[in-house]
């Protein structure tokens, strides 16, 4: 009997801006993370949209859904719907991914990779309003991210930099997002 293993995800990955001159290297690197964390955590089969786009789409994604008047490196859309297939949708902005990677001298595919696996694990409903949450969501990233030998996005100059999204979420916690969620980002 000829078995034939099913892929626990299906990935659309789109390229929504001209920034993303690399598009096929960044489309590799996004679905290769996304369907590792996907392994590792064991989930269930369904399937999710990536786009890649720009700061000025990101920002009003950001305003629009979320209230805040800025550009951010990565947003996850969460859906449910009937079938409960379509996990949701990862929306990923190339100039802040670019400035960030540059900033913190790290390879730009280390710091997509973790940005993708980090959108993932909002769609599957991991967050970091808490320090203990943060803990919790870092530490699978940090276990994700080393079976891509990525290295530590939370280590700077050898020093754990923990807790850091939990400090800067207290710091929004005033700012509630939309109830509303898009069927899908397009």
Sequence with gaps: MNRTTATP???????DSEHWQDAGESKSVV???VMKAAAVLSTSPTELAIVLTDDST????????RGVEAATNVL??????????????IVLAYETIKREAHRARKPFAHHLAHLAVHGFLHLLGYDHE????????????RTILRKLAVPDP??????????????RAAKRRGRKPSARRPERVR
């Design 31 to 33: 679905r290769r993370a």
């Design 9 to 15: 995800l299906k990935i659309d990955v789109l390229v």
């Design 154 to 167: 939370y280590r700077v100059d050898g020093r754990s930099t923990a807790g850091n999204d939990a400090k």
């Design 130 to 141: 808490s320090d203990v949450d943060a803990r919790v969501m870092e530490t699978a990233e």
């Design 58 to 65: 990101m920002r009003t994604l950001n305003r629009n859904w």
């Design 76 to 89: 996850s859309f969460a859906t449910r719907n009937a079938s409960g297939r379509h996990l949701g949708d």
